[in-house]
């Protein structure tokens, strides 16, 4: 027997609790959320991909909808079953909320004898994304590292984080370039989160077993329809994720990756990468995690001077430009660094991995090249490099 | 979990008091005084139009704006302990530094920084770091610039117990040498200082050759020396290479490494060099270990 | 107290620590001369008899350009060797070399070492290594200076 709270009963949810809600007890959550002021986003099928997009209701979510990924290679298939989150992540992710494809940072008009600045205002919108993965709420925790938790702080970039409310939803259904659980950032979350929910369509039906993670997340779950759970009910969310595991499409080994990389830096199969990669940097552009940007200023028509800030890679020429030319002039070099940075030095700079194994790079790729395979040769060949690097500081 | 995820509401994201400025936003500085040391090189005297100076350690640098055109990082060449402005000495080297060069006394330069860490010598009243008797000062080309402050420090505390300085500095003609003034008055100041160039030209007496041929002849102490070294980074490497070969500690070596920046604030990842941030680790590392190797890495 | 030649090619880094009978051949060939500030130790052209140790002051190597003048290429000071033609055929100097300063030296006749050399063959391999040294060391000083390091590329 279980029982059943509606929405207006007032019982209350601790985190750390279990409880269960049906497609029901998601649409009240959604609603009061758009009731409390937030700007709902959430998975949406846009171009044959699914992507964050606005979010009110039960139905913008893509009901039955599957992906079939494969290294440079992605499709959507349409089924009956009632799966609402029955895919993996696609080309878009949540970075973009946080930290704009392109941004103004000021614009300044001289005045008088000097020059006065203007800031964007502050961004008063609240954004609570429903349906991200756990792999993406890893991402973003690792962007708030280089831009909010270093000496410098980005304050846009702080104050949208800051007014985040986060609904994760587990992969039941992850894709076949996933390796979230090598990476260890999934299926499974336990943190970085206010309402973590888990889909489960078993004999004891459709549902959703939710765990708050906030405070503010039990408030909000004690607000909607829902049920305490039962052993079943857990046992369900933990069969859902052993079988994510089993299903998951790659593994990547990171036993002593970040000091493999680090002595093989001068090894022959960076220029065999380069011979496929086509230098066009969709792999960092769909990365969840890849922060690098350009700084450009402009003046306008009216003689007043802009600042932008615009996603850039480090597979651009003119990345790594200094007076006389670019450092890393040869595709092979800068493959390295994309891989290297990703895997390796990241946990210099930051103290964490630069990836989380969502594996866009590998289904984005146009010619296919998957990180997981490339790092495997080189693990085979360890040693084929021309000389080796000490290992680097902090690595695991 | 990748590392320890913060919570969605996480304390450490708690958002500061709206500053007064987003950190990529300058401070304006009118134009004080303009001296051409060279041809191409110019250094710039800035002063804040409102509030205080900008206060900064030598090998710390700035990232300048020339409104509408762009920013660029850009050493401080003064030295904390002159009362005046805040000095930088430019090279015209493409549109941004074009501008720096051309501003006239008066003109408005933004200013963020200072940034990046710093050549650790003591300034005035404090203890040295790194104990040595004697400071090798090896410059190459613009390479002066940020070591310029440094020179000075250490000229200044000869009164004060400090050690001896050498300086080597490398040009490509006698024309292209900066900084005429301050040369002679670390050498009045009792520092050695020997000038080299590529290419000599008529009526220079000096050195022709490559600066790393002034050192074996040089009498520091190289088993009680620290080093300096800023340039070109093939100099660089060179350079530290000689000085290790003659029995330098690789350890008392301090470079100064250049890389793309366009933030300095450790945001926009163009400064990476492996492991390091340079605008946030650099520009001024330890030769010793890691970066001796980096320095030799082929990133081609 | 005036020094033995013996003690200032102990002294001079091309010959320190030579073992004793070596030390000896040397000073065989070996004088003690001093040159005022614009005196050639060297003339392009001339045979090469006679190379140089420096002991002290300064020496450019240079080469008459018509038109420009004299063009020094490189300057050496205290511890550098001054001419490497006697070494090889056909033992002719290619630049002069000047004293800028008042230079103190050590004037060693080529042919007379080249001859102790090929008489004996331990000492000369000796000799030409400790020779390569300096060689190689302006050599690739000169290569560091062919790249133009202070130079701006303008080609963008
Ligand atoms: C820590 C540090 C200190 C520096 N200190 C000085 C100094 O004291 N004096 C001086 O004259 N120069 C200094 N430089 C070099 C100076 O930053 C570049 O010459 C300048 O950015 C070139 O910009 P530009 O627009 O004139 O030319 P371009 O060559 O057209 O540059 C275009 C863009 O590329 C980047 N860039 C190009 N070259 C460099 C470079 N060498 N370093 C960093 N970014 C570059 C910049 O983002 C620049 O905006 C320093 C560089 C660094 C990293
Ligand atoms: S490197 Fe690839 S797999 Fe890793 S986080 Fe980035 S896009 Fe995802
Ligand atoms: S350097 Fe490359 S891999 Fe690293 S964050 Fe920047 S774009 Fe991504
Ligand atoms: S200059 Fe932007 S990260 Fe260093």
Known sequence: MTTRHEASDGSTIEPGDVVVLHVQGLEELIASLIDAGFDTRGPSVRNGAIVPGALHGVTDLPKGVHDVQAPGRYRLEHSDDGQLFGWAVGPGSWKAEFFPPSQELWRASPAGDSMVFTEPAPDQRRLAIIGARPCEVAALSVLDRVLANGEHRDPRYVERRDANFVVVVECGRPGATCFCSSMGTGPGIDAGFDVALTEVDDSDGHRFVARPGTQRGADFLSRVTHEESTDRDRGARVAVLERAGVQMGRRLDTEGLASLLARNVEHPHWDEVAERCLSCANCTLVCPTCFCSDVRDTTDLAGDFHRRRTWSSCFDLDHSYLHGGPVRASVSSRYRQWMTHKLSTWWDQFDTSGCVGCGRCVTWCPVGIDITEEVRAIATSDGASRRDVPSVKGAP | ?300 | ?156
């Open chain 2, 1 to 300: 979990m990748t590392g320890d995820a913060a919570p969605a509401t996480s304390v450490a994201l708690a958002m500061a008091p709206r500053g007064p400025r987003h950190a990529m936003t300058p401070v304006v500085h009118r134009v004080f005084a303009v001296r051409h040391e060279t041809i191409d090189v110019t250094t710039i005297s800035l002063e804040p139009v409102t509030g205080p100076r900008l206060t900064f350690r030598p090998g710390q640098f700035n990232m300048l704006s020339a409104f509408g055109v762009g920013e660029s990082a850009i050493s401080v060449s003064s030295a904390p302990r002159d009362a005046g402005p805040l000095r930088h000495t430019v090279r015209d080297v493409g549109p941004v530094t074009h501008a720096l060069c051309e501003s006239s006394v008066g003109d408005l330069i933004g200013v963020r920084g200072p940034f990046g860490s710093d050549w650790q010598v003591p300034g005035r009243g404090e203890r040295d770091v790194v104990d040595a008797s004697d400071t090798v000062v090896v410059a190459g080309g613009i390479g002066l610039a940020p070591l310029r402050g440094a020179v000075d420090e250490l000229v200044a505390r000869y009164g004060e117990g400090g050690g001896r300085v050498f300086v080597f500095v490398g040009a490509r003609e006698p024309s292209q040498v900066v900084f005429h003034r301050d040369l002679e008055l670390w050498k009045r100041s009792g520092a050695r200082v020997e000038v080299t160039v590529d290419r000599g030209s008529p009526g220079w007496s000096g050195h022709v050759g490559l600066v790393t041929s002034l050192l074996s002849s040089s009498e520091f102490d190289p088993s009680n020396a620290k080093a300096l070294i800023c340039g070109p980074e093939i100099m660089i490497r060179f350079t530290a290479r000689a000085l290790v070969d003659q029995g330098v500690a690789a350890g008392r070596i301090l470079v100064s490494l250049e890389r793309n920046m366009q933030c300095g604030l450790g945001w926009c990842g163009h400064c990476q060099l492996g492991p390091f941030l340079l605008c946030r680790d650099g520009p001024v590392v330890a030769y010793a270990g890691m970066v001796s190797v980096l320095l030799t890495e082929r990133e081609r």
């Open chain 3, 1 to 156: 107290m005036t020094r033995s030649i013996a003690q200032m090619l102990e002294a001079h880094p091309l010959f320190a620590d030579l073992p004793d009978d070596a030390a000896d051949l040397v000073a065989g060939c070996a004088r003690n001369v001093a040159f005022e500030a614009g005196a050639k130790l060297i003339v392009e052209g001339d045979a090469a008899d006679t190379f140089y140790l420096v002991r002290r002051g300064r020496v450019a190597i240079e080469v008459h350009v018509p038109g420009r003048g004299p063009v020094v290429l490189e300057t050496v000071g205290a511890g550098a060797i001054v001419g490497w033609s006697w070494l090889v055929p056909p033992y002719r100097w290619t630049f002069d070399a000047r004293a800028i300063e008042p230079v103190g030296a050590i004037a060693i006749d080529g042919a007379c070492l080249r001859a102790k050399a090929q008489a004996e063959p331990a000492f000369g391999f000796a000799l030409l290594t400790r020779i390569s040294v300096e060689l190689l060391a302006r050599l690739q000083a000169t290569r560091m200076r062919l790249l133009d390091l202070y130079g701006v590329r303008r080609d963008r």
